[in-house]
């Protein structure tokens, strides 16, 4: 069946570094996506990898291997601001995105 | 502003009564979508259109229907609500069908079903 892993709740310190670790099992792979979901708010949209690698965004940055099954999304220089739930969603063989429970981001001052 | 409306944003409903959600996107996106969302889960696709004329089902279609009747409309109807459709329902469209395009969502609706 399909799988996506990640860690339910994580708490890092503003300022800081996070790292948030998704493992995923799909049947077939057309890139992961990684969106932004504030409480009480619509999805946006953050990153997409469809190659091994990081991709950077400014303070956020995406890495994916497609043998591992496993991406993660990097924050740095941590804002109160990104006190949010990050959904990461690969893309099945039909072009559907599976959709992981999230991990919800807790920043401190 | 561009973007995708949804209609009711809130709504509490009596169990086996009929009601539709609207979605309207006026990004002339071909694909739109309406996911369900509930507390300690992943988003759950209910229905969706690749293009204008056609739907699918997706993971939990179950006592849902839709239409897609043109490009920018795609409502979601519950036949005889019960509480288990008590969620956050989202719509979306993308302008890109089969393929990687980027998911822009609707603000949501609550549907609380009694």
């Known amino acids: 069946g399909q799988n996506i892993d990640q860690p339910t709740e994580m708490t890092a310190t503003e300022g800081a570094i996070v790292q948030i670790n998704c493992t995923y099992q799909?049947?077939?792979?057309?890139?992961l996506f990684w969106y932004q979901q504030h409480a009480g708010e619509a999805p946006t949209f953050l990153s997409y990898?469809?190659l091994d690698g990081l991709e950077e965004k400014g303070r956020f940055s995406s890495f994916l291997s497609r043998s591992k099954g496993y991406s993660y999304l990097l924050l740095k220089e941590l804002q109160m601001k990104d006190s949010a739930s990050y959904l990461c969603?690969?893309?099945?063989?039909?072009?559907?995105?599976?959709w992981g429970a999230g991990t919800k981001l807790i920043i401190k001052p | 502003i561009a973007g995708i409306t949804q209609a009711p944003t809130s709504q509490i409903l009596a169990a086996g009564r009929r009601m539709t959600l609207r979605c309207t996107q006026d990004?002339?996106?071909?694909?739109m979508y309406w996911y369900r969302q509930d507390l300690g889960l992943g988003l759950r696709l209910i229905h969706y259109?690749?293009?204008?004329?056609?739907?699918g089902k997706g993971e939990v279609p179950d006592g849902y229907s839709v239409s897609r009747a043109n490009t920018d409309d795609f409502p979601l109807t519950l036949a005889s609500a019960v509480p288990s459709q008590t969620s956050v329902y989202f719509c979306?469209?993308?302008?890109?069908?089969?393929?990687?395009?980027?998911?822009?969502f609707g603000e949501g609706s609550r549907l609380t079903v009694l």
């Open positions: 979306a469209s993308s302008d890109r069908q089969g393929d990687t395009g980027e998911l822009f």
């Open positions: 259109s690749n293009t204008a004329g056609t739907t």
């Open positions: 969603a690969p893309m099945d063989s039909n072009y559907q995105l599976i």
């Open positions: 799909t049947s077939g792979f057309n890139g």
């Open positions: 990004m002339r996106h071909n694909a």
């Open positions: 990898n469809v």
